[in-house]
């Protein structure tokens, strides 16, 4: 069965303390994975596609790899503002996408 | 601001009544997906229209709901006789037309279902 999983659930780091979210991914056929950013009683806001194992996309202190069995999203010197659920979702050759449940990153200052 | 456009964005029912959650995706956008999200759960796919036709229905409860995407005005999901288990956030995304599988999806900002 098309799983993603995420983690950690929750994140909490000091403003400055570079972190990395986890997504790992069991689909048949990967044609895309999507990262969004989604903040309270907002909708999701793309971030980035990755299409295949060894691509890296960034946007200032955001950057996404890639590898055939999960996908991390790297966090350099994060800021208060930062603070939002991570999502992850992928769309395999059966056309849906399925999404991870999220990580809910807390930036302290 | 040429975003997706989800209306209204909260919206309450009493159980047995039907629920209208309008959608007008991104200018230039001919692809309309619709997701359901509960508390504590991921987004859950539901349904894929383009223009007057369904792609993919296959996440959608076979009774009680139903997605249209009509030539002129917004995507339209329906839920008729709503109940107790329909309270939850509903959201909607649009992609350009083309590779439509292929390009990210950009979402609206929901509408809030409460049943009561």
Redesign the interface.
Same mark, same amino acid.
């Given at each position: 069965e098309d799983q993603v999983t995420q983690s950690p659930e929750a994140l909490r780091l000091q403003e400055g303390e570079s972190s990395s979210l986890n997504c790992s991914y069991t689909v048949s056929g990967l044609r895309g994975l999507f990262w969004y950013r989604q903040d309270p009683g907002k909708g999701p806001e793309f971030l980035f596609t990755l299409y295949s194992a060894g691509e890296e996309k960034e946007k200032e202190r955001l950057k996404a790899t890639l590898t055939k069995k999960e996908s991390f999203l790297h966090i350099t010197a994060p800021k208060p503002e930062d603070s939002a659920t991570y999502l992850c979702a992928v769309q395999a050759t059966g056309n849906q996408f399925y999404f991870g449940t999220g990580t809910s990153l807390t930036v302290i200052p | 601001n040429a975003g997706?456009m989800?209306n209204p964005r909260h919206l309450v029912r009493r159980r047995g009544q039907e629920a209208r959650l309008r959608c007008s995706p991104m200018k230039g956008h001919s692809h309309v997906?619709w %997701?359901r999200q509960l508390p504590?759960? /991921?987004?859950? @796919?539901m349904v %894929?229209l383009q223009k007057e036709n369904i792609? $993919?229905e296959?996440?959608m409860p076979k009774e009680r709901f139903s997605a249209e995407f009509p030539k002129e005005g917004p995507s339209i999901l329906r839920i008729q006789q709503v109940v107790r288990g329909d309270s939850a956030a509903y @959201?909607c995304?649009s992609s350009p037309p083309g590779r439509g %599988? =292929?390009q990210?999806? =950009? @979402? /609206? $900002? /929901?509408t809030r279902l409460s049943i009561l």
């Open positions: - | 997706v989800q997906y %997701y504590e759960e /991921g987004l859950k @796919f %894929y792609i $993919d296959s996440g @959201f995304a %599988y =292929h990210p999806q =950009h @979402f /609206g $900002d /929901g």
